[in-house]
């Protein structure tokens, strides 16, 4: 909330090196540690595994590339679908504070099932949903001639079935956090409820939105479960990077490593420069 | 869909098996080591920790219930997954007795390693069948149907075991298969022939038996030209080398073939 | 009624509470809402504005209907043309000043052009222009306030409604912004009612008062007359303020110091707390003439009466010249050890340039 008079003075991250410096205990210096070597090191015996003499050639496959392609295409449009129905959704959640607690409760529960659930099970369940038998499905199929499973769109709607969480309850939270008297000043101008939402609200809540964005994307491209289960595995069509570094690893484990390494520098590399620029956008 | 009854303890199954105790004591005579055969009550020498392709969940829980009911206090430690990932496992040292491999392939890289204790055993063979949902909607006669892009159809991933037969059954028979998904074990594929989402599969004949009513299996002529060998083994530096023998004998022996042979596997 | 300004009848229900309110504000004319915390004063505000709908009665501007809880009649806030300035201001964060200002024009349709150079045509008369692309953040809190006030004016609003306008700012700056407020509230030609829990806010900027104690209205009337003589003793402590108006009787001295308010013919009425009345029995040496060049004027004063409040002492006094009645609250500390005598002649000195 840059330079919001109203925001809440806890968003601010404090001006002086000595404020900050006298705000960690030294108590929290060595779990903090000890948490951060926790979620490196794994990746590190990763990159240290991998085949660097071999690299060039194991990267020349042109499976890599294909599946590389077919990851990143298929987490941006899981992502844009995620923004396109996850914002509405996390607005509804936001405003419910005035519904029946049962109601508002169990509408948060639902939409977080999809975080706990295996997202194999969760695979199921599309099949169930949108394949050619499905509960929907049938009629995709007998009325448009639509069969989902097994194509590129299965993969964006199972990743956007896992995804989407991520970014609801991470715009739930800026909504909340954000001074909804500044709609009130917004609407005493005449502004419609749209155009409030348009330049008032979205603006307001756009670091949420960014942050719920890049973990959304992030849980995208390392979808496997309910990808393998709904869409399948075909090379160029369903395959993406974890499901061909698993497949890899059960023959050639060596490219497992590869592949492994081309996700990890990918994701590190998008989920850096995506943040730096959104957070910076909306901060300067 | 990796190892659908992962480390499953089987402990207190023995109530449940035992009306036929007196038959396998005859049964296991001549195999089973003194020690396990005499002990009363419990008896933690006569454990065992198998490592088993997925393939082989039913039959391998069965005959270690007559193991466990057996050796009255013993437990049979269970872990069925992918064969590769199995491998990798006991490659990275894992407290493992026996392995049973649905792959040459993967037992020979365990063997390479020097892990397996005496020459691995071919026990049981398993062929392909063409697994197709209840009816037959799609009218599947045999394996030229799955080169027919109009159908939906799933293979097993050439890096999976299943996936390498079918890729000898297909090549044998001149036929270029137009999948519509490459499934990473041959459970995925039956579940979506059950499921009716795929119209046909290349799935092992145990598997069509396993699933029971839930799937129908079509034979075709080469299936044979294709047998997938599983081989057994002791592992290197067992726990409880006595007991790792006498539970491959069991799985060599008369009985372990009767159970082998009801699931739909070849005697290997 | 008055059918051109505001027409206000209305009670709202919250909970065990109920505000009940009755207003009418005729155009060019000032109310202020003034009463402690929890007496309903924004809830008013905001009943008004439609953010808030009334259990039963109505509110209508400039022969409009805007709530009639009878006929379920109810605008929404965007469609009653009521322009209001927030206790924060609340200007959009993410928005420069310019856009700020320019923000109710675009939302009705205006060319985004148009709007712009609108809103930098009012920034310029608020003396912003400097501050046209600056963000809310980089604004002190008197420009703020400028800023929400012509984002709220841009729009020509028939209404407008000031929440506690002066509370966000320090004491210092307050006093240049509450002049700056006078000018431009007597610019705008439309109906205005502002809330406030400052009585010296409602009684420099307001024609008259209306005091709210627990959703009810205690006492209304001119800022003179409530000052004057508090309907009760909630009020008065509510107000606890004197006006007094000083007779010019030099030239020039009809300008008055900052939150002054000029009277007619000359005549000007300065608003005094009497906690900034000092007393003495002698007549100070540096006792100015009532014209107050020096800042401060001296009245020789009968004492009327004297008080205990809780650690403080109140002397009422009557001027003997004129017979204008005050009081004066003092420190113990600051009283004679014998205390002042009812009937005793004294000399008060109140500040009459310079302001709290």
């Known amino acids: 909330m840059r330079g919001s008079r109203t925001g809440s003075p806890g968003l601010r991250a404090p001006r002086s090196p000595d404020a900050r410096r006298s705000g960690i205990p030294a108590a929290l210096w060595a779990p903090a540690v000890l948490a951060l070597a926790f979620l490196v090191l794994p990746l590190v015996a990763l990159v240290v595994r991998v085949p660097w003499s071999r690299l060039p050639e194991l990267l020349a496959a042109p499976e890599i590339a294909t599946s590389l392609g077919l990851s990143l295409g298929s987490a941006a449009a899981a992502t844009a679908l995620s923004l396109l129905f996850g914002i509405p959704l996390a607005w509804v959640l936001a405003r419910s504070a005035h519904w029946n607690p049962v109601a508002r409760r169990s509408l948060r529960a639902l939409v977080t099932v999809p975080l706990v659930l295996p997202p194999v099970v969760g695979g199921v369940a599309l099949l169930l949903l949108l394949g050619r038998r499905g509960l929907l499905g049938q009629y995709l199929d007998a009325w448009f001639g639509i069969q989902l499973p097994f194509t590129t769109a299965a993969v964006v709607i199972a990743q956007t079935f896992v995804a989407m969480p991520f970014l609801v309850l991470a715009v739930e939270g800026a909504l909340r956090g954000a001074d909804r008297r500044l709609e009130d000043a917004a609407a005493t101008l005449g502004a419609s409820d749209w155009f409030i939402f348009r330049r008032v609200t979205l603006p307001l809540i756009a670091p949420g939105v960014a942050a719920g964005a890049v973990l959304c994307f992030a849980r995208a491209l390392g979808e496997f479960g309910a990808t393998i289960t709904f869409a399948g595995n075909f090379p160029g069509v369903t395959q993406t990077m974890p499901l061909s570094a698993y497949l890899a690893l ?34 300067a | 869909m990796r190892g659908g009854r992962s480390a499953a303890t089987r402990t207190g199954a023995a109530a449940a098996a035992a009306a036929g105790v007196a038959l396998l004591l005859a049964g296991c005579a001549g195999t089973a080591p003194g020690d396990a055969m005499t002990s009363t009550g419990t008896d933690t020498s006569a454990d065992v920790t198998v490592y088993a392709a997925a393939s082989l969940t039913e039959s391998l829980g069965r005959i270690a219930d007559r193991y466990e009911a057996a050796n009255p206090g013993a437990t049979v430690t269970l872990n069925f997954a992918g064969s590769s990932a199995l491998a990798q496992q006991i490659m990275s040292g894992a407290p493992v007795d026996v392995f049973a491999s649905a792959s040459a392939d993967t037992m020979r890289v365990v063997v390479d390693a020097g892990l397996a204790d005496g020459d691995p055993v071919v026990f049981a063979g398993n062929t392909l069948e063409i697994a197709v949902p209840p009816g037959n909607p799609a009218g599947v006669s045999g394996l030229t149907d799955l080169a027919n892009t109009a159908l939906t159809i799933a293979l097993c991933a050439p890096e999976v075991p299943c ?50 009513d839930a799937v129908e299996g079509i034979e075709f002529a080469g299936a044979a030209d294709a047998v997938t060998d599983y081989a057994i083994t002791r592992v290197m530096d067992a726990a409880n080398p006595a007991a790792a023998a006498a539970f491959v004998d069991l799985v060599l022996g008369d009985d372990g073939r009767r159970v082998l042979a009801d699931a739909g596997f070849t005697n290997g | 009624m008055n059918a051109a300004g505001l027409a206000a009848g209305f009670t709202v229900d919250r909970g065990t509470f109920r505000l009940d309110l009755e207003l009418a504000v005729p155009p060019g004319g000032v109310t202020a809402i003034v009463g402690p915390n929890g007496a309903g004063k924004s809830t008013a505000l905001r009943t008004i504005a439609g953010l808030v709908r009334p259990s039963t009665g109505r509110v209508s501007l400039a022969g409009r209907v805007l709530d009639d809880a009878a006929s379920m009649t109810h605008l929404p806030p965007a469609a009653r043309g009521i322009g209001v300035v927030f206790q924060d201001y609340l200007l959009f964060p993410h928005l420069t000043a310019a856009e700020n200002v320019a923000f ?28 046209a692309d600056s963000r809310p953040g980089a604004l002190s809190g008197g420009q703020a306030q400028r800023v929400a006030l012509a984002r709220a004016l841009v729009l020509e609003p028939a209404l407008l409604l000031l929440d506690e306008p002066l509370a966000a700012l320090d004491a210092a700056t307050r006093l240049d912004v509450r002049a700056d407020l006078v000018e431009r509230l007597r610019e705008f030609g439309g109906a205005t009612v502002l809330v406030t829990h400052d009585p010296l806010d409602a009684v420099v900027l307001a024609d008259e008062i209306v005091v709210l104690e627990h959703g009810r209205v205690a006492q209304r009337g001119a800022p003179t007359e409530v000052t004057r003589s508090p309907a009760n003793d909630y009020v008065a402590r509510l107000v606890g303020l004197h006006l007094l108006r000083l007779a010019p009787t030099t030239e020039g001295a009809g300008r008055g110091g900052d939150g002054a308010v000029g009277g007619g013919s000359g005549e000007r009425t300065v608003v005094v707390s009497p906690s900034e009345v000092r007393v003495s029995v002698e007549r100070p040496a540096d006792a100015a003439s009532i014209t107050g060049e020096s800042g401060s004027a001296t009245w020789e004063c009968r004492v009327t009466g004297v008080e205990e409040l809780g650690g403080r002492t109140r002397i009422l006094l009557e001027s003997i010249a004129d017979g204008h009645r005050f009081s004066a609250e003092l420190a113990l500390r600051d009283v004679p050890p014998f205390g002042y005598g009812v009937g005793s002649t004294v000399w008060a000195t109140l500040p009459i340039a310079a302001h709290r």
């Open chain 3, 104 to 131: 109710g024009l675009l939302a009705q349709g205006m060319p985004r052009r148009d709007a712009h150079r609108t809103a930098r045509e009012w920034l310029d008369r608020f003396g912003l222009s400097a501050h």
């Open chain 2, 163 to 212: 996936g390498a037969a079918s890729t000898r059954v297909l090549d044998a028979a001149g036929i270029t298969a137009a999948p519509d998904t490459l499934e990473t074990d041959v459970r995925a594929a039956l579940t979506k022939v059950e499921l009716g989402e795929v119209d046909a599969a290349l799935v092992y004949r145990t598997d069509v038996l396993a699933a029971g």
């Open chain 1, 250 to 283: 059960q023959s050639n484990p060596d490219a497992a490593y590869v592949i492994s390494l081309v996700l990890l520098v990918v994701s590190v590399l998008v989920l850096v420069s995506l943040r730096d620029r959104w957070v910076s956008g909306v901060t």
